[in-house]
């Protein structure tokens, strides 16, 4: 079975400063990797993914993230955070064969500071 | 660019009622899914969907719920008796599953809220 833990239910940053979120995942076999934003009362929009191929990420809206197996984790960066990021960040992992369901994390709000 | 859409937005009932939840996926997609939000916790899975079959469901997914892709653009969640705790944003999402995709694609849910 796969999990996804994400440390940090709340995350705050200033406007211009590095955003940080941070994802651990357990899996058996090697996973895909997704991180999804979901702005309030809307649904959730892939950031980026990770399919094993580079293990730095680059997503839209000036996300990345990088897949360290060894740490058995999946951060998301931003360099320099903006209002807009203000969101609620779900990372999730799925097997990758067979088994599409997608796992979540209990997401983290990250609230910009003016 | 192609996306999910869901109907309603927003559906209320009485607790014992049954409930359609709409999903027009995406058109190439194979792969369709629901999951659901309750307020303030995480996505769940609910079930998978393929070729005219569930190919996977949790633990949630038990004998009040339904799925079902009547003509070839809609899915259909169907909840038979509601009960309160049903109450969540639910999800439908589609994917190709062709190679070096797997991405899901999530519409903007629909809140069910039961009273």
């Known amino acids: 079975a796969q999990s996804v833990t994400q440390l940090g239910s709340h995350v705050s940053v200033s406007e211009g400063a590095l955003v940080l979120l941070r994802c651990n995942y357990s899996s058996s076999v090697p996973p895909y990797l997704f991180w999804y934003v979901q702005y309030p009362n809307q649904g959730l929009q892939l950031l980026l993914k990770?399919?094993?191929?580079?293990?730095l990420v680059k997503g839209i809206n000036g996300f990345e993230a990088e897949f360290k197996k060894s740490e058995t984790s999946f951060h998301l960066t931003k360099p320099s955070a903006h209002m807009s990021d203000a969101a609620e960040y779900f990372c999730?992992?799925?097997?990758?064969?067979?088994?599409?369901?997608?796992?979540f994390g209990t997401g983290t709000r990250l609230t910009i500071i003016p | 660019e192609p996306e999910v859409t869901q109907t309603p937005s927003h559906q209320v009932t009485q607790m014992g009622q049954e409930v359609i939840l709409r999903c027009v996926p995406i058109s190439n997609h194979l792969y369709f899914y629901w999951y659901r939000q309750i307020l303030g916790q995480k996505v769940e899975f609910l079930v998978s969907?393929?070729?005219?079959?569930?190919?996977?469901k949790s633990e949630i997914f038990d004998d009040q719920f339904s799925v079902e892709r009547p003509d070839g653009s809609n899915f259909t969640l169907k909840i038979r008796s509601t009960k309160l705790e049903d109450s969540a944003m639910y999800f439908c999402a589609s994917s190709t599953r062709a190679t070096g995709a797997y991405e899901q694609y999530f519409g903007p849910g629909t809140r069910l809220t039961v009273t």
């Open positions: 990770y399919t094993s191929a580079a293990t």
């Open positions: 999730a992992v799925t097997l990758n064969f067979g088994n599409e369901k997608l796992t």
């Open positions: 969907f393929y070729n005219n079959e569930i190919s996977e």
